[in-house]
C-alpha cells in the first residue's frame, strides 16, 4: 500500500532548487508531456540549448519574469513505493517566514549547498529552523558537484561541515548526497561520475526514509471540531438521539473503553464508540477524522480536547513559548492578539519578550521587541485556558497560531517551550520556561 | 442569525455545532436536510486500519481524506455561511461524499452553488439534479445566460463561457453571503494553482493576491477575514487526478456517464475533440467523425475536448490515468492554453 511522504526544499539563492525539483519531477515522469512542451517551447525563446526545469516550478508571471521563486508552491509526484507532497521553499524573500511554513507539515527537509560555495549562513539558519520545528529528517543535497569536478574532497568537507552543525543543533537525522541537479547525477538514479559515493540516490533516500513518528509515540488528543447531534435531521429514526465530537486525532491511538478527560473541563469519562460514516472502528490512531461517542452526557464543545485520562495535559492560561514572527508590525510586551491552538481560539495579551534566537550561533540573545522574520520567546497570558503541552513532547498540541484580532492577518507561528533548546540539550529543561 | 460578522467568526465559533448551525441557520442557508445514509458507501478495506501489517500508519487515501474531512469540519466550526461549488463533475462529487462522511450521520450542513455557463452537456445536468435531490441538498444557481439574456454579460468572439463565470459566481456568492466556498481544486492542476493556500483569502472583488498571502502552518488554519471578504477554501488540495479516481474506485462514487467511454459525434478542432451541439457545431473543413470518447473534465461543452478512450469503467480510468502523459487541463481546456499565465489571471480575478 502506497503512504505519503510530505518533505520541504529550502536553499539559498542561486543554488538550483527550482532545476532540483524540476529534475525530481522530470526524472520521475511526473512532469506531463504538455507542461514540459511549455518549458521547452519558453527555453528556445530564451535563446537556451537545454529545457531550463526551473520553470516547471516558478508558477507566478513575477517569478517567471524575474527567475525568481516567490512563494511556497506544493508540488506533487510518486513513484511505485510513495508519493511525495513537496513544499518547495524559495530561500531569499522572506526566507524564515517560508521555511517555516514548509517545515512545519514536513516529515523531511531537503536543503541545498552550493558545493562550489560550501556551507553558508542560510544553510546554518535553515538547518536551525529544522531542528527548531523538529523535523525528523534532513538531507542535505550537495548540488553542482559537477562544477567542482565531482571531487570526493568537496563532498567531505561539507558533509564534515554539516555534521558538525547538525551535532551542535541536536538534529538527529541528517545525511548528504552529492548531486547535480543540472545533470542528473544522484538524483534519481545513481551517477558513475562519483565512484567514491556508494550511497544511495536522493530519490532513493526519500523512498526508504521513515514517515513522520508513529502514532503511539504520543498520548491520545482528539481537539473536538464539532458536535454531531442530528436530531430531528436525522433520516434513520436510530440517529435521532445520536451524539457525537467529531475530530482529527492529534496523537495517539484511541479504543473503545479508553478512559478519555476532557480539557480544560477535567471531566473523566470513557470512549463508548468510534465512528466513521464507514462504520465503528475498535481503535483509531493519528491523523484520522473520526467520530467519538462517550459514555456519560458531557458538556463538550468545539474547542475542548478529549485525552487519554493518565496522560493528559494540564490546561494553563500561561504560556511560555517560542514565536517565528511573520508579520511586518511588531511584538511588544504588551501586544493583543489572538492564539489558536488547536480548534480552539483565545484571546493572550504578551506579558514580555524574553529573548531573539540568533539563528548563526542557535542562541537567544536579549530582546524587546520582534519583528519581520525573527525568532523569539515570550510569555503570553490568556483570556482562558487550553490544553497546551511542550513542542517537543508534542507538536500537534505544542503548536499555535498569533492572529491579528483587528485584520485577521497570521502574526506568528508559536511553539510552546523552547524546542531548540531542548533539541540541544535534551533532558535539561530551562527553569525559567517552566510554568 | 443575522447578517455574519465575520469578524467574530472564529472566536465564536468555539460553540458551533453542527446541529446549532442548521438550527438557527433553517430558513436561509440550510434546508432540513436528511442523508441518505447509504450515500455514504461502508467501504470496508477504506474503513480498516492496517493493524494486520503491525504498523499503525494510515494509507494514502485514507490519510487524504482525513485532511480532507478535517478542513471541512473546521469550515463549518468557524464560519457562518459556507457554500460548496457543485458542478456534477468529478472533482465536486468527491468533496460532496467527503461532506456527507464528514458530518454523517448528520446531513450536509451547507448549500451547493452551480455556476452554469448554460453551455452544459445535458447528461451532467440531469445527474446535478438527481445527485441534488437524493441527498435534500439546496441548490443555487448563479446563470450566466441570464447575464447574457439580460445584457449584463456578452458572449465571446471564441464562443467560451468559462471565463464568464466570475461575475455570476461573485454575485452569487454576495447574494447568498456566503462567507467560505469550498471548491475542488487541485494544486496539482496548474502551476499558478500550486501557490494557492487551503484557505485562500478574496477581497471584497473575489480577487486572489498571490503575493500577500497568508502562511499556512501545520493544520493550523486561519480563516477570519473581514465584512465582504471571503475565503475559498480547497480541501483537496493535495489531491493528484490520480488520488481523485483511485477514491472514486474505492468509495464506489457515481459519476455522470460522460467520464466514461461512449461513441460521440466529434470534430477536430485546436488538437482536441470536440462534441458536436448545439453550442458547439463544426466550422468549414471540420469534418464529423463518431469516435469512442470520454471527457477527463465537465466544463463549458463549446470549449471541452474529449480524449480517445476506451475506459469504460472505472478501473480503466485509473489505469490510464496512472500511465498517462499529459495534464487534464492541457488536454481538455482550451482556454487554459491560451497563455502562459491564463489561470493566473483569472484566479486574480475572482475565478474558482
Known amino acids: 500500500m502506497s503512504t505519503l511522504l510530505r518533505l520541504a526544499t529550502a536553499g539559498s539563492v542561486d543554488d538550483g532548487k527550482s532545476t532540483l525539483v524540476g529534475r525530481l519531477l522530470y526524472d520521475s515522469k511526473s512532469v506531463l508531456t504538455d507542461q514540459l512542451a511549455a518549458v521547452e517551447r519558453v527555453s528556445r525563446d530564451r535563446g537556451l540549448e537545454q529545457a531550463d526545469l526551473a520553470l516547471l516550478t516558478d508558477g507566478l508571471r513575477a517569478e517567471r519574469e524575474q527567475g525568481i521563486t516567490i512563494d511556497v508552491a506544493y508540488r ?8 511525495f507532497i513537496l513544499a518547495d521553499c524559495p530561500g531569499h524573500v522572506q526566507y524564515t517566514r517560508n521555511t517555516v511554513t514548509g517545515a512545519s507539515t514536513a516529515d523531511v527537509v531537503v536543503l541545498l549547498v552550493d558545493a562550489r560555495k560550501g556551507v553558508l549562513e542560510q544553510t546554518r539558519r535553515h538547518l536551525a529552523v529544522a ?4 523535523v525528523p529528517h534532513v538531507i542535505v543535497a550537495i548540488n553542482k558537484i559537477d562544477l567542482v569536478g565531482f571531487d570526493a574532497q568537496v563532498h567531505a568537507d561539507v558533509t564534515a561541515q554539516i555534521e558538525g552543525l547538525a551535532g551542535g543543533l541536536g538534529l538527529a537525522d541528517v545525511r548528504t548526497v552529492p548531486v547535480s541537479a543540472l545533470e542528473g547525477d544522484n538524483v534519481v ?9 556508494d550511497g544511495p540516490s536522493l530519490l532513493e533516500l526519500l523512498e526508504e526514509i521513515p514517515a513522520a513518528s508513529l502514532p503511539e509515540e504520543h498520548g491520545f488528543r482528539l481537539p473536538v471540531q464539532l458536535t454531531i447531534r442530528p436530531q430531528a435531521a436525522a433520516r434513520e429514526e436510530q440517529h435521532r438521539d445520536y451524539r457525537g465530537y467529531a475530530g ?5 491511538v484511541v479504543r473503545v473503553g479508553d478512559p478519555v478527560v476532557v480539557l480544560p473541563s477535567g ?7 468510534i465512528d466513521t460514516a464507514d462504520g465503528e472502528l475498535t481503535e483509531a490512531f493519528a491523523p484520522r477524522s473520526v467520530t467519538l ?12 480536547v478529549i485525552a487519554a485520562a493518565d496522560d493528559a495535559p494540564v490546561p494553563t492560561q500561561d504560556v511560555n513559548a517560542t514565536v517565528c514572527w511573520l508579520s511586518d508590525k511588531t511584538l511588544r510586551p504588551g501586544s493583543r492578539v489572538l492564539l489558536k491552538h488547536t480548534t480552539r481560539t483565545v484571546q493572550a495579551v504578551v506579558r514580555d519578550v524574553t529573548g531573539c534566537l540568533d539563528l548563526d550561533t542557535a542562541r537567544s540573545v536579549p530582546a524587546e521587541t520582534l519583528g519581520l522574520n525573527d525568532i523569539g520567546q515570550v510569555q503570553l497570558r490568556l483570556a482562558a485556558p487550553v490544553a497546551a503541552e511542550e513542542y517537543v513532547d508534542n507538536p500537534r498540541t505544542g503548536a499555535f497560531l498569533l492572529i491579528d484580532a483587528q485584520d485577521g492577518g497570521t502574526l506568528a507561528a508559536g511553539m510552546v517551550g523552547e524546542p531548540l533548546e531542548e533539541a540541544r540539550f535534551p533532558g535539561r529543561r530551562p527553569s525559567q520556561y517552566s510554568i | 442569525m443575522t447578517a455574519s460578522d465575520p469578524t467574530t467568526a472564529t472566536t465564536r465559533g468555539t460553540t458551533v455545532s453542527v446541529t446549532d448551525t442548521s438550527e438557527t441557520d433553517t430558513s436561509e442557508t440550510v434546508e432540513p436536510i436528511a442523508v441518505d445514509s447509504s450515500a455514504a458507501p461502508n467501504q470496508a478495506e477504506a474503513g480498516h486500519t492496517t493493524e494486520g501489517a503491525g504498523l499503525r500508519r494510515l494509507t494514502q487515501l485514507q490519510a487524504l481524506e482525513s485532511e480532507a474531512i478535517h478542513i471541512i469540519r473546521e469550515v463549518v ?12 463533475g468529478k472533482d465536486s462529487m468527491v468533496m460532496l461524499h467527503l461532506a456527507v462522511k464528514a458530518f454523517w450521520p448528520a446531513p450536509v450542513p451547507f448549500p451547493v452553488l452551480h455556476v452554469d455557463t448554460g453551455h452544459n452537456f445535458p447528461e451532467v445536468i440531469d445527474f446535478r439534479d438527481r445527485t441534488v435531490e437524493r441527498l435534500g441538498l439546496r441548490l443555487v444557481v448563479a446563470s450566466v445566460q441570464d447575464y447574457i439574456d439580460d445584457g449584463r454579460l456578452q458572449d465571446r468572439a471564441d464562443g467560451t463561457r468559462n471565463v464568464l463565470q466570475t461575475i ?20 496539482d492542476e496548474e502551476k499558478a494553482r500550486a501557490k494557492e493556500r487551503v484557505y485562500s483569502l478574496r477581497d471584497e472583488f473575489g480577487q486572489w493576491d498571490p503575493r500577500n498571502q497568508r502562511p499556512e502552518l501545520w493544520n493550523l488554519y486561519n480563516g477570519r477575514h473581514r465584512p465582504g471578504e471571503h475565503v475559498r477554501v480547497f480541501p483537496l488540495s493535495n489531491w493528484t487526478e490520480l488520488d481523485v479516481w483511485q477514491y472514486i474506485q474505492s468509495e464506489g462514487i457515481e459519476l455522470p456517464t460522460l467520464y466514461y467511454a461512449h461513441e460521440r459525434q466529434v470534430f477536430h478542432r485546436d488538437g482536441m475533440w470536440v462534441a458536436v451541439g448545439p453550442v458547439s457545431q463544426p466550422r468549414e473543413g471540420e469534418e464529423v467523425l463518431t469516435r469512442t470518447v470520454r471527457y477527463r473534465t465537465v466544463g463549458d461543452m463549446s470549449c471541452t475536448g474529449a480524449v480517445e478512450s476506451d475506459a469504460t469503467g472505472v478501473e480503466h480510468i485509473v489505469a490510464e490515468v496512472a500511465a498517462t502523459r499529459l495534464t487534464e487541463r492541457g488536454a481538455t481546456r482550451a482556454d487554459d492554453r491560451a497563455s502562459e499565465a491564463a489561470m493566473e489571471d483569472r484566479k486574480k480575478e475572482g475565478y474558482f
Open chain 2, 168 to 187: 455570476p459566481l461573485l454575485d452569487a456568492i454576495t447574494g447568498g453571503r456566503f462567507d467560505a466556498v469550498f471548491g475542488g481544486g487541485r494544486r
Open chain 1, 189 to 197: 538514479d545513481r551517477s558513475d561520475r562519483t565512484p567514491w559515493y
Open chain 1, 267 to 273: 471531566r473523566r469519562t470513557t470512549v463508548a464508540g
Open chain 1, 248 to 252: 482529527q486525532i492529534a496523537s495517539g
Open chain 1, 293 to 304: 461517542r462517550l459514555a456519560d452526557d458531557l458538556d463538550v464543545a468545539r474547542g475542548d
Open chain 1, 76 to 83: 506533487y509526484f510518486a513513484t511505485t513505493r510513495r508519493s
Open chain 1, 131 to 134: 531542528s527548531l520545528l523538529r
Open chain 2, 77 to 88: 466550526g468557524e464560519f457562518e455561511r459556507p457554500v460548496l461549488l457543485f458542478s456534477g
